[in-house]
């Protein structure tokens, strides 16, 4: 058996390491991933979990730097939120949702006050995906519009509507399957669309563009548009000052729900409850997942404004779950209220983002030629690479695979060689690591990132 320490100082067994050979077997004879070419994957088998780490069956211990899928926001086996589906499975494992559920409830209460102002009912999904497609349903059907606007730069889930309205290539090989979207161009200034030299200019230049596409689209054929408070696995595209008010006052001037998609950003990844708390502008529908439990149970879904829950009163609301508001799950969802509460992670995100991943990530815009760009909030960040720091040529093509994404695949080794897992997309190096992780370890991790970076440099240089 091999040991691994936890984060107290405790020893603890790890499964036997020829286990791990009948864990790669069973997964790939028999597992079907995603987002994959099957026969070209080779999985790494995760014995265990703690913290701000995970482990392999050869004991090999990785900073968890994406927080999985930028999910796991109070870490790997959190001993609050075990022990909170450990109690409710012993007490009430599952309940259909017609009834009424005392952890449900509970949850529901606690988002809805941490929510913007008006915003009293949460209708929950099993996911991010479907928190976005439940609420462009009820846009839908409060407005009597079908379509719906969303970013090119965005990703909102794979299910039928979500994927029609991601804008980067995985949606590609599924067009068509929800007709009523359209999409437009967000702001980025570091690429802009429209020629702008300053966020103040990016911001109104990208709410012209965007109102001139609501204009040519139809505003009465328009139910919804839905924007990822910061943009995630895109970029970490952190809008300019004063474009997400811009955009609530154009869904108020073309009677237009405002969706918020927060899967990724709300609950706490940017030292808000809410992302969209930091952007003042308050939406009329706020999908989410992910952090509200951390993932330890599938969980989701919609934060819905009074002027739309009302219009539901009298009549049915066309859609239901199985297992909307699983009690494992809200179990869970209470707990991390709590967690969050006690150990002030708010307060700590923002210092951790502030004090030391800021600067840091800064400074390397100095020691390292191939780091164009770094943005982001709290612990959400984005380094962004590329070959040329004038011309802003990308360290590797659009969308690269193969041999034209070699360079970001060394990184990626490099860093995991040190001990650190990273979120590698396209061009771009994500930070976003849990909630929870240690200062000692953050700044052990971004030490590993740095190495790493040298990679880079010598790919840009050739």
Not at 330 to 343: H, K, L, S
Not at 389 to 418: C, H, I, Q, W, Y
Request: some cysteine.
């Amino acid at each position: 058996m091999t040991n691994f320490t936890n984060r107290h100082g405790a020893a603890h067994a790890l499964p036997a390491p020829d286990a791990e050979a009948q864990v790669r077997a069973d997964d790939r004879g028999h597992v079907f991933h995603s987002w994959s070419a099957q026969a070209l994957i080779d999985p790494l088998p995760v014995a265990a979990g703690e913290g701000s780490t995970f482990w392999d069956y050869a004991g090999s211990a990785y900073l968890d730097f994406s927080s999985q899928l930028v999910n796991l926001n109070l870490g790997h086996q959190h001993p609050d939120l075990v022990a909170a589906i450990q109690q409710q499975a012993g007490r009430l494992a599952t309940i259909q949702p017609s009834m009424a559920n005392d952890v449900r409830g509970e949850l529901a209460r606690l988002i809805s006050e941490v929510a913007p102002a008006g915003m009293q009912k949460v209708f929950f999904t099993n996911g991010g995906a479907e928190a976005n497609e439940y609420a462009v349903r009820m846009a839908r059907q409060f407005t009597g519009r079908r379509k719906v606007l969303s970013m090119y730069r965005s990703y909102h889930g794979s299910t039928s509507t979500a994927i029609s309205l991601t804008g980067d290539p995985r949606r590609w090989a599924n067009d068509g399957v929800d007709n009523g979207t359209v999409r437009f161009f967000g702001p980025y200034l570091y690429r802009s669309p429209f020629h702008a030299e300053t966020p103040e200019q990016e911001s109104e230049r990208a709410l012209a563009h965007l109102e001139q596409t609501i204009q040519l689209e139809g505003p009465a054929t328009i139910a919804a548009i839905i924007i990822e408070t910061v943009v995630g696995t895109n970029g970490v595209l952190v809008p300019p000052p004063g474009y997400l008010p811009g955009v609530r006052e154009l869904c108020d001037r073309y009677g237009i729900v405002y969706i918020a998609d927060e899967v990724m950003v709300g609950f706490g990844r940017l030292g808000e409850w809410f992302g969209i708390d930091a952007f003042d502008a308050a939406p009329d529908l706020i999908s989410f997942a992910k952090g509200v439990n951390s993932g330890y149970v599938p969980l989701g879904g919609v934060v819905i404004s009074d002027r739309i829950s009302a219009a539901f009163d009298e009549m049915p609301f066309p859609g239901g779950l199985t297992y909307s508001g699983h009690p494992l799950a809200c179990a869970a969802g209470v707990a991390t209220f709590e967690v969050f509460r006690r150990d002030g992670i708010l307060e700590r995100v923002r210092d951790l983002g502030e004090r030391i991943v800021e600067p840091t990530l800064h400074r390397w815009t100095e020691t390292h030629p191939s780091v164009g760009e770094v943005r982001g909030r709290g612990l959400f960040w984005a380094i962004e690479l590329v070959r040329d720091r004038a011309t802003r040529e990308p360290l590797v093509p659009f969308n690269a695979s193969g041999a034209d994404a070699a360079p970001m695949g060394a990184f990626a080794a490099a860093a995991k060689k040190g001990g650190v897992w990273p979120f590698v997309h396209f061009n771009r190096v994500h930070v976003a690591p849990p909630l929870i992780i240690s200062e000692d370890d953050l700044v052990r991790g971004l030490a590993v990132i740095d190495e790493a970076l040298n990679v880079a440099d010598a790919a840009a240089a050739r």
